[in-house]
């Protein structure tokens, strides 16, 4: 292994890719730091000590920016903004024809559908900056914390310093893309995932020491040795798949013989990654919203289903939020497993070259075939998401961790699977100049 990393230092190439996507982290992590105009610094931090953590969708927000969401940073957005706007194009491909079309165009067409997404995270920022700062404005940001400095977060309350303050967190959104791009061309690849990767990481040592400190070392030893198996059975999930095997018949073309080889489909069990994880936490977000917006004046009793929001939805401790929540994530993992992967699609593609299942007739069978093991093996990989998601809120009952708890839910996801890619990254670019990769 040690051998490995050293090839990896001793290659001009692969070294000068290293360093340039570590220089970029460096650069996004600092911006993460540098507040925006017309914030008060000391304030925010004041706010930070008093409370740890916040609720609800912001709290998803924050992860991914690396807590530069809290800091009202230039950086405060992070990538979130073009993670939605992703998801949004790749779901209007079932609703717009035009963007089925460009998908199946090839090179040309995904270049199309990642400048509609480029226009899209901009509009998003506008949105979601604005948003920022008019929670910020109201001293919701950080809930009810009792602290006075909460409430003035921002020194200048004029039109043209909040103006000012939404095109600096916009124009930080589009400077993370750029950056995420950068990465990609002329790093060791995958940018926008890297840069949530630096995000994720980076709250990994306050959400740890914060268990230490509260809790004490001895549960902070047995937090890092369960989050060790945890760790090793994503992992071994997310390596799983279920291959269907493949024979494509021989073609004379010419004098020249093509096909006759063998291959596989493969079907992970965990085909939607993150994804079902995140809307989930949007959806059961709005409720809390909604109840936010018509909370009584003071002295007056609030709405019997306003009160019923707030006792049950507000909570990640609760068992009804829990069961919600898993149930959400099991229907939204084959919501997306169904947009993402067409078996017609594939059946006519493995028909149009020759290819087939083993007992099974091309066509229709093909594709009925393919749908009924996608069904049994979505099931529990769908399970596999619900349980990790919930190990946060389970530490939030148990060890007193807040949300952002590292050892499970869209953190873990993120930082094994962009792990695994980038190890599999630099282990084809070493394969190509020493024959030997990075893992044996």
Known sequence: MFSAIARIFRTPDLRRKIGFTLGIIALFRLGSFIPAPFVDFGNVQSCLAANQGTSGLYELVNLFSGGALLQLSV???GIMPYITASIIVQLLRVVIPRFETLHKE?????????????????????????????VARSGALFGNTGVTECTQLITNDAWYAIL???ITMTAGTGLIMWLGELVTERGIGNGMSLLIFTSIAATFPTSLWAIAQSQGF??????????????????????????IPVQYAKRMVGRRTYGGNNTYIPIKVNMAGVVPVIFASSLLY????IAQFNQPAVGETPAPW?????????????????????????????????ITFNPEEVADNMKKYGGFIPGIRAGRPTAEYLDYVLTRVTLPGSIYLGLIALIPLIALALVGANANF?????????????????????DSQLQQRHYEGLLR
């Open 106 to 134: 090839g090179q040309s067409g995904q270049a199309t559908l990642t400048q509609y997404t480029r226009y899209l995270t901009i509009a998003l920022g506008v949105l979601q900056s604005t948003t920022l700062i008019t």
């Open 286 to 289: 709005l409720p809390a919203l």
């Open 306 to 338: 306003v009160e019923w929001i707030t006792n049950n939805l507000t909570s990640g401790d609760n068992p009804l939020y829990m069961a919600l929540y898993f149930a959400l994530i099991v229907g939204f993992t084959y919501f997306y497993v169904a």
């Open 406 to 426: 590292p050892f499970g839910g869209a953190s873990i996801l993120i930082i094994v699977g962009v792990g695994l890619e980038t190890v599999k990254q630099i």
């Open 218 to 243: 001895d549960v902070f030893l047995l937090v890092l040795a369960v989050g060790l198996v945890i760790v090793a059975l994503v992992v071994f999930v997310e390596q799983s798949q279920r291959r």
């Open 164 to 166: 000012l303050m939404v």
């Open 75 to 77: 950086f405060a957005l």
